[in-house]
């Protein structure tokens, strides 16, 4: 049976995945993984040793390779070319009068895909926006509403104790949080 990992990506995602191929992999790795419609870059968070039974709704995909010299330009370019997407992607939310805040931008490592993080305090009707995106990225886009806990764990922080958020670096699933008076 092929070894289990957990791999990280950009904004604290983290995922696992099969090492079907064998690769020598150690931890802190960039290696390139199979995902649903192409392929994406991560860092080997850990190597699953022990076994684990995994919710029925997560099936880990394909780790493919271990990252080369090509692989961390693309990285490289793609970091860049999130950064210079600021700039178009608030002025289409401006133009189109949303009431949204732009979060995060990820490119797919293979650019099939390019993701627009939002917040936003209603629902928001962004099928305009996403066919202008579209005409200018010429890629596959996808908007995906996060909340303010989300926020939090993409951009990362301290918190009042001085450690990095618990939401960024240990919390896996956020529970409600209730009030009581």
């Given at each position: 049976?092929?070894?289990?990992?957990?791999?990280?990506?950009?904004?604290?995602?983290?995922?696992?995945?099969?090492?079907?191929?064998?690769?020598?992999?150690n931890?802190?790795?960039?290696?390139?993984?199979?995902?649903?419609?192409?392929?994406d870059?991560?860092?080997?968070?850990?190597?699953?040793?022990?076994?684990?039974?995994?919710?029925?709704?997560?099936t880990?995909?394909?780790?493919?390779?271990?990252?080369?010299?090509?692989?961390?330009?693309?990285?490289?370019e793609?970091?860049?070319?999130?950064?210079?997407?600021?700039?178009?992607?608030?002025?289409?939310?401006?133009?189109?009068?949303?009431?949204?805040?732009?979060?995060?931008?990820?490119?797919?490592?293979?650019?099939?895909?390019?993701?627009?993080?939002?917040t936003?305090?209603?629902?928001?009707?962004?099928?305009?926006?996403?066919?202008?995106?579209?005409?200018?990225?010429?890629?596959?886009?996808?908007?995906?509403?996060?909340?303010?806990?989300?926020?939090?764990?993409?951009?990362?922080?301290?918190?009042?104790?001085?450690?990095?958020?618990?939401?960024?670096s240990?919390?896996?699933?956020?529970?409600?949080?209730?009030?009581?008076?």
């Amino acid at each position: 049976m092929s070894d289990l990992f957990l791999v990280g990506f950009k904004g604290n995602r983290k995922e696992y995945y099969y090492n079907n191929f064998h690769h020598s992999l150690n931890q802190g790795d960039l290696v390139i993984v199979q995902v649903d419609r192409g392929e994406d870059c991560g860092n080997i968070l850990q190597h699953v040793q022990k076994k684990i039974t995994l919710p029925e709704d997560i099936t880990p995909s394909t780790i493919l390779r271990p990252a080369n010299d090509e692989d961390r330009a693309i990285l490289d370019e793609n970091r860049i070319a999130e950064d210079d997407a600021w700039p178009t992607a608030t002025k289409l939310i401006d133009k189109h009068e949303l009431e949204m805040k732009l979060v995060d931008i990820e490119y797919q490592h293979d650019k099939n895909k390019v993701t627009f993080f939002f917040t936003a305090d209603h629902r928001v009707d962004f099928r305009a926006l996403v066919r202008d995106l579209a005409s200018e990225y010429k890629t596959r886009i996808e908007l995906r509403q996060i909340g303010v806990r989300d926020e939090a764990k993409r951009i990362g922080g301290f918190g009042i104790c001085g450690l990095p958020q618990c939401c960024a670096s240990f919390l896996q699933k956020f529970e409600p949080i209730c009030r009581v008076l």
